[in-house]
């Protein structure tokens, strides 16, 4: 695909309010906002996908500017690309606990999962939710056994896996999601109840999704790329300062039917942090990579984010 000029930026998103800086963004007309005080008309679109896999193939497709997906698939990627398209990241979206639900009363740990059981998330072996139960896994039972779960893991996008674990009675014993389908899980089915946390795999707060574009994008577009980093930093602001507006931006732009308290629940949580600098990612990077699923290790950030999302201290 021929290279576009300035002035375009095609986002890919998925499910949950972990992206809620781009609903903001999208809502308010940000990126719009900063393209123009930088005197260009940026035409911006919004993709819906599901899953790390759909993701990074719609980026190397040329069908997608910007990429939003867990920390796992940006590790694919970086990894496959190195040379290449040289994708890195952009900017995280934020901190967020990541909870792995199920509604198994047998199930306690993940040591207590067993044939019978299923467990809905994203995309199999990709999507972070995968590959922080990979690292718990190795934690529990040693590097060598650590996709020993892989074979009872199932794509589903999270609406879907949420709507399993209420209703009980499906293949699925467990989703491992994000906000606010883990909560609405726990909230609709008494039996439900949280398997595992990823902050405490991953050894505290640290960002799970995150915006990532290739080299080429970035080279070209230099003011909408600023603008677009620009937005994700007024979003943030927003959010933080006006909690209840951006529940209600949530709703308005996703159209979900989420309740209103639940959402302002985990916006006002302590353990969520809307911001774009990412946080304690290189865990994950040197877990894959001592796995040998990943080629290259991830010596610093530097490495597979771009200098203006370190530049707010990332990690």
Do not use: C
Not at 147 to 162: E, F, G, I, K
Request: aromatic share 8%; hydrophobic share 40%; no cysteine.
């Amino acid at each position: 695909m021929a290279a576009q000029a300035e002035g375009r930026i095609r986002i890919a998103q998925q499910f949950g309010i972990v992206y809620l800086l781009l609903n903001v963004a999208q809502d308010q007309k940000l990126i719009e906002k900063h393209g123009k005080a930088a005197g260009v008309d940026v035409k911006v679109e919004f993709v819906q996908l599901s899953g790390g896999s759909a993701v990074n193939d719609a980026l190397l497709a040329g069908n997608i500017d910007i990429a939003g997906a867990g920390v796992g698939p940006l590790f694919t990627i970086w990894d496959r690309t190195r040379g290449r398209q040289n994708v890195k990241g952009v900017a995280s979206l934020g901190n967020f606990p990541y909870y792995l639900v199920s509604n198994n009363p047998a199930v306690k740990t993940i040591a207590d999962f067993t044939d019978k059981d299923r467990i809905a998330l994203p995309a199999v072996g990709v999507s972070v939710q995968s590959r922080v139960l990979q690292l718990a896994s190795a934690q529990l039972w040693g590097d060598k056994d650590y996709n020993r779960l892989d074979r009872l893991q199932v794509a589903l996008p999270h609406p879907d896996a949420t709507a399993a674990i209420i209703k009980g009675g499906t293949e699925i014993t467990a989703h491992f999601g994000n906000p606010p389908f883990q909560e609405q899980g726990l909230a609709g089915n008494p039996n439900a109840r949280i398997v595992l946390k990823s902050y405490d795999v991953l050894g505290g707060p640290s960002s799970a999704t995150v915006l990532y574009a290739t080299e080429k994008f970035r080279s070209e577009n230099p003011k909408t790329y600023r603008a677009f980093i620009a937005a994700l930093d007024e979003a943030a602001k927003f959010i933080a300062a006006n909690p209840e507006a951006a529940a209600d931006t949530y709703l308005r732009v996703t159209g979900a039917r989420t309740d209103r308290n639940l959402l302002l629940q985990i916006i006002r949580n302590p353990e969520v942090q809307f911001k774009t600098a990412p946080e304690n990612t290189r865990v994950l990077g040197e877990f894959l990579h001592r796995v040998g699923t990943i080629k290259a290790r991830p010596e610093s950030v530097k490495d597979y984010f771009f200098p203006e999302a370190i530049a707010a201290s990332g990690s």
